[in-house]
C-alpha cells in the first residue's frame, strides 16, 4: 500500500519567503509527527497530532513555525519569513498509535534558504 | 531534558566484519526503538524492544536492550554492502520520540 508521502521534495526558498510543506500519511493512522533534520543529526520533534489535534508544539523552534492538521489526515507545516538556519530536512511520519508502534517515515522536504 | 547519546558517531568496517553501535539514555526508557536510514533516504524502523534484559534477533542483525533499560546495542554479524547507513535508535519523552544523533556505518567490499 502507499506510505507517507511528503511535497515539494525539495525547497528552495529566498530568506523571508513563506513556505508550506504537505505531509500526506498513511491512511487510517491517528498520530502524525513532524521532525527537522539537519546534517548528520537525528531526527529532531517539532509537533505532534492525534487526529486534528496538535497535542503537543513543544519542539517548534519559532513562532514562525506553523502546523496544522484539520481535519485529521493531512498536514501541512508552514514556515513563515524563512531564515537560512531553517535550511533543513523536513521529516512527517505517521503511526497507529501514539506508543507501541512504529512510525513511518515519509520521504522528507529538502528545504534550502538562500 | 531527555537525552540519547549513541557511539561511535561513525565506522568504516571491511565487509565480513563485524558492528556494533550503542545507545544511552540519561533516564529509563519504557522502550526503545531502531531506525536505519540510507543515504539519501528517510528513516526505516527495524525494531522495538520493550522488556528489561531482552536480546531479539533478525538475521544478522542482534539487539540488545540493557537490564536497567537506559541502554541498547545493536550488533551486525559479517556486514555486508547492503548495511550501510546510518542507525538511530529512540526513546519515548512524553509526546515524542527522541532519537540520538546515529551512527554511521560504511563498509569496504
Known amino acids: 500500500g502507499a506510505g507517507v508521502s511528503q511535497s515539494p521534495r525539495y525547497k528552495v526558498a529566498k530568506r523571508g519567503q513563506d513556505v508550506a510543506l504537505r505531509c500526506d500519511p498513511i491512511s487510517g493512522h491517528v498520530s502524525l509527527f513532524w521532525y527537522q533534520q539537519a546534517l548528520g543529526q537525528g531526527p529532531e520533534f517539532l509537533t505532534y497530532f492525534q487526529n486534528e489535534a496538535q497535542l503537543d508544539k513543544s519542539g517548534l523552534p519559532s513562532d514562525r513555525f506553523f502546523a496544522e492538521r484539520p481535519e485529521g489526515s493531512v498536514s501541512t507545516l508552514k514556515i513563515q519569513r524563512t531564515q537560512q538556519e531553517d535550511s533543513a530536512v523536513y521529516l512527517c511520519?505517521?503511526?497507529?498509535?501514539?506508543?507501541?508502534?512504529?512510525?513511518?517515515f515519509g520521504p522528507g522536504t529538502r528545504l534550502t534558504v538562500t | 531534558g531527555q537525552q540519547v547519546m549513541q557511539i561511535p558517531q561513525y565506522q568504516h568496517v571491511q565487509e565480513g566484519e563485524d558492528f556494533t553501535t550503542y545507545c544511552n539514555s540519561s533516564?529509563?526508557?519504557?522502550?526503545i526503538q531502531w531506525y536505519k536510514q540510507r543515504p539519501g533516504g528517510h528513516p526505516v524502523f527495524l525494531i522495538q524492544l520493550v522488556k528489561s534484559g531482552e536480546v531479539k534477533k533478525q538475521k544478522r542483525l542482534t539487539f540488545q536492550f540493557g537490564e536497567a533499560k537506559k541502554n541498547s546495542s545493536l550488533h551486525i554479524t559479517a556486514t555486508q554492502t547492503t548495511d550501510v547507513g546510518t542507525y538511530f535508535c529512540?526513546?519515548?519523552?512524553?509526546?515524542?520520540?527522541?532519537f540520538g544523533a546515529g551512527t554511521i556505518l560504511r563498509v569496504k567490499s
Open positions: 529512540a526513546g519515548p519523552g512524553g509526546n515524542k520520540l527522541v
Open positions: 511520519a505517521s503511526s497507529l498509535a501514539r506508543w507501541g508502534y512504529e512510525q513511518y
Open positions: 533516564t529509563t526508557l519504557s522502550n
